[in-house]
Structures are given as structure tokens and as C-alpha cells.
């Protein structure tokens, strides 16, 4: 499987990359299985989104290069923005 940011957003339109992104929150939450990792970047107000089957070290402070996609989830009848994260690594 290919990872590489710009063959993947070359293939899918609706793909955003963003790279050297400081983390300011790193939340970890149990989401049945899984964990859901949730992360505030400096400088933008829209949550960052991703689950694993497990927990990990903080990411606060750290920089990080995301791949991601804007997603919007309905809760109680409101409308939140959030970017789903298909791929996360320390720059």
C-alpha cells in the first residue's frame, strides 16, 4: 500500500495533507474497541479526528504531518465540523 501524501491527494480529490502542525491537545477516549484520538493544532479551531485499537504516548507539543479529509458530524440535531485523519506522523 502506498502512503506517500502526494500520490494519495493526486488520487483522491477530496484529500487535504498539511505538514509541521503543532499539537496544542492530544485526547484519548474509549470509543467501543477502539480509542478515539482527538487533536487541536496551533493556529486552527476544527477538531482532528482518528481511532486506534490502542492507546499511545501524548502527542502534545509534537509536530506532526496529517493527512486528512473535512467531515461533518450530526450530534442532538447540530452540525460539527471535524477533519477525519487518515494518516499521522511526526515530522
Known amino acids: 500500500m502506498d502512503t ?3 500520490k494519495l491527494t493526486g488520487r ?3 484529500l487535504n495533507h498539511f505538514e509541521c502542525g503543532k499539537v496544542v491537545s492530544h485526547v ?8 478515539r484520538h ?3 493544532l496551533q493556529g486552527y479551531d476544527v477538531p482532528f479526528v482518528y481511532r486506534r485499537k ?6 502534545k507539543g509534537a ?4 493527512t486528512y ?10 452540525s460539527f465540523e471535524q ?7 511526526r515530522a
Open 4 to 6: 506517500d501524501p502526494k
Open 12 to 14: 483522491h480529490r477530496k
Open 28 to 35: 484519548q477516549r474509549d470509543d467501543g474497541d477502539w480509542i
Open 38 to 40: 482527538t487533536l487541536m
Open 54 to 59: 490502542q492507546r499511545y504516548q501524548s502527542l
Open 63 to 66: 509536530s506532526v504531518n496529517l
Open 69 to 78: 479529509y473535512a467531515h461533518s458530524e450530526e450530534i442532538a440535531g447540530v
Open 83 to 89: 477533519m477525519k485523519v487518515v494518516r499521522i506522523k
